[in-house]
């Protein structure tokens, strides 16, 4: 058996985009877990069978819409505070680029995000903690390498 080329937890990286001039991502730091949700809005329709109508129907589905959204939770970190800050406090969407780098190439998305919630949170005896939610704002373009 083939053991799978797979990428560790620091090749899945989310980038937060400048806004003005050549857009320069990074990724912010703290980040303990992180992922990201490709979904699809579909329609359905009956579709008889025009043979025999007594068989069952069946379903055909189309898509109305796609969307993506990515979260992310970990510790606070000072450097990166005004980033989400900024982020979460514009009206405007923000220019993101996820990437899953492998060794044998790399999975790219980019295009704009509206980050839609940031909680920000604490325990005794903890460190602040940051979770985030992120949703598009148009279509993800993907570029593979692979």
């Given at each position: 058996?083939?053991?799978?080329?797979?990428?560790?937890?620091g090749k899945f990286r989310v980038l937060l985009g400048s806004g003005s001039g050549p857009i320069v991502y990074a990724a912010p730091c703290g980040?303990?877990?992180?992922?990201?949700?490709?979904?699809?809005?579909?329609?359905?329709?009956?579709?008889?069978?025009?043979?025999?109508p007594d068989l069952p129907?069946?379903?055909?589905?189309?898509v109305e819409s796609i969307s993506a959204?990515?979260?992310g939770e970990g510790v606070l970190?000072?450097?990166?505070?005004?980033?989400?800050l900024d982020a979460y406090e514009s009206t405007e969407s923000v220019p993101v680029k996820?990437?899953?780098?492998?060794?044998?190439?790399?999975?790219?998305?980019?295009?704009?995000?509206?980050?839609?919630?940031?909680e920000l949170g604490a325990e005794q005896g903890g460190r602040v903690t940051?979770?985030?939610s992120m949703q598009s704002d148009g279509a993800l373009v993907r570029t593979d390498t692979l």
């Open positions: 058996m083939a053991t799978p080329i797979t990428a560790r937890f980040f303990t877990s992180k992922s990201l949700s490709l979904t699809k809005s579909l329609s359905e329709v009956s579709l008889p069978d025009c043979d025999d129907i069946v379903l055909g589905r189309d959204s990515v979260s970190a000072a450097a990166a505070v005004t980033t989400w996820i990437e899953i780098e492998f060794s044998t190439g790399t999975v790219t998305w980019t295009g704009s995000m509206h980050v839609e919630s940031l940051l979770n985030v």
